[in-house]
Antibody, heavy 125, light 107 residues
């Protein structure tokens, strides 16, 4: 079945780095743009960034721009999030999600239709 | 940046009742709006895209409406499994997405 599984979370000190992974299965990973979304403890959802299906384009939220980098390896069906210079406010559950376009002859609508279960990142000294 | 504001923050209703959740955009997003449901300890689940189109497998008691800056998610007759947090999200400037802060639907 269609599935996303995140890994790589943990406890890290402020200023250090961490890399998250998201393993995809059950669909043609290389055909979809992919997002990272995070959720701080007790808070709402925050969009982190998106990477094009072929990795050619990437867009980031202002809160992580210059510190976080998304990449993907389509041969391994895996999405990555490299997080550098981590701050306490980066503490959150990080979800990867598939971007799905629903297109008619008139226009396209978009949504994140498949989500992983999340991996927890805690930034603390 | 487009800011999404949801109201109320918490909505208390009973099973079988109708629930109406609101989402307002700081500028027009046309019909480029999505609704998600999130239960405790779970990932979000796609409910509605294009402001009013139910995603695959979503029951007909969920309906979305609105365009421009004002949107509504209606649950016609609440089931026990519907008690959760609901988020709206705009994609007018796709692929950059913005979420509302969520509405908690409680008994």
């Amino acid at each position: 079945q269609v599935q996303l599984v995140e890994s790589g979370g943990g406890v890290v000190q402020p200023g250090r780095s961490l890399r998250l992974s998201c393993a995809a299965s059950g669909f043609t990973f290389s055909s979809y743009a992919m997002h990272w979304v995070r959720q701080a403890p007790g808070k709402g959802l925050e969009w982190v960034g998106v990477i094009w299906y072929d990795g050619s384009n990437k867009y980031y939220a202002d809160s992580v721009k210059g510190r976080f980098t998304m990449s993907r390896d389509n041969s391994k069906n895996t999405l990555y999030l490299q997080m550098n210079s981590l701050r306490a406010e980066d503490t959150a559950v990080y979800y990867c999600a598939r971007d799905r376009g629903y297109c008619s002859s008139i226009k396209c609508h978009y949504a994140m239709d498949v989500w992983g279960q999340g991996t927890t990142v805690t930034v603390s000294s | 940046e487009i800011v999404m504001t949801q109201s109320p923050a918490t909505l208390s209703v009973s099973p079988g009742e109708r629930a109406t959740l609101s989402c307002r955009a700081s500028q027009s997003v046309s019909s480029n709006l999505t609704w998600y449901q999130q239960k405790p300890g779970q990932a979000p689940r796609l409910l509605i895209y294009g402001a009013s189109t139910r995603a695959t497998g979503i029951p007909a008691r969920f309906s979305g409406s609105g365009s421009g800056t004002e949107f509504t998610l209606t649950i016609s007759s609440l089931h026990s499994e519907d008690f959760a947090v609901y988020y709206c999200q705009q994609y007018n400037n796709w692929p950059r997405y913005t979420f509302g802060q969520g509405t908690k639907l409680e008994i």
